[in-house]
């Protein structure tokens, strides 16, 4: 008897236990995110630059609507994959997250040969932050006011025209050589350490062509060194509302996604997930910040973490066919 109740006990006491580590992930969302303890988000860029911009005003909102200081950590370096490493390993506790460009994880495996990461093991999706497209930016050195034109410059000038890149194996890069296989043109690749260093050149005519994001297409158009002939995406963009798409003129193909989203490390608990979520909806709404998101040629909007991972794994799929198709070798 007693046997029997010395049984009953542990098995009462094992369920008590099991009932309190049941309660423990809502405990922990309750709770999160702790008032003394700030939530960091790691940005694979330099300050001042795009990506950077919109991680600051959407930590700045986020921070208001979650009752905590949140704040931008730069980590530039290698396509953005010293940032994403930095959180792969970091604990999935809510308190790192990263906000990366679609190319962090659904180019950048298909592209270099070593990556530290893998984009579907080693992190949880929690939320897109906003969507923006490639655009073709053109020197105005070059006679072409549309794509058509552009090819036939090209074509009746082989290997004198040359196009700029973020660096090899970049979407930028990738852009490129699928413009090249689907016009038959000519075309000299020119990679460069970053964006900006490649609009600086096609400012100043040293380049005459490149794929480029539309907030910096943005700035350059503005010099009047630059025109846009077209938008790299399904639609047109508010931003460049008069700039039609590839595929209005006759080019359809060169539409494949591009956006940035915010992610945790693997194994976050769903509660955290849930709320960190529900916090970035909130602020991505905010009309200030899809005003600021706009302005830089992005459409700013929120998604669940499920669409978000699906859209992450369709987009990996996507770019590894257009890199086999163009037959870019990894890097």
Known sequence: MKKLNGTRRA???????????GLAPLTFAQDFPARNKPI????????????DAQARIVAQKLGEVLGTSVIVDNKPGASTMLAANEVSRALPDGYTLLYAPSSTMAQNPHTFAQVPYDPFKDFTAISMGGRGPLVLSVSTSVPAHNVKELVAYV????????YASFGA???SHIYGEAFVKKTGVDAVHIPYKGGSDAAKDLIGGRVQYMFD???????????GKVKVLAIAANARIPALPDVPTFAEQGYAGLDLPSWLGFYGPARMPAPVVARLNAALTQVLAMPQVREFYRT???EAGATTPEEFAGITRTTYER?????QQVGLAKQ
């Open 11 to 21: 098995f009462g006491s094992a369920l008590g236990a099991a009932a309190l580590l």
């Open 40 to 51: 960091r988000i790691v940005v694979g860029f330099t300050a001042g630059g795009g990506t």
């Open 155 to 162: 074509k009746a000038n082989p290997g004198k025209v040359s």
């Open 169 to 171: 194996g970049t979407s």
């Open 213 to 223: 994001s539309a907030s910096s297409a943005i700035i350059t158009s503005a010099t």
């Open 296 to 298: 830089g040629g992005y």
């Open 319 to 323: 770019w590894g066919a257009m890199v």
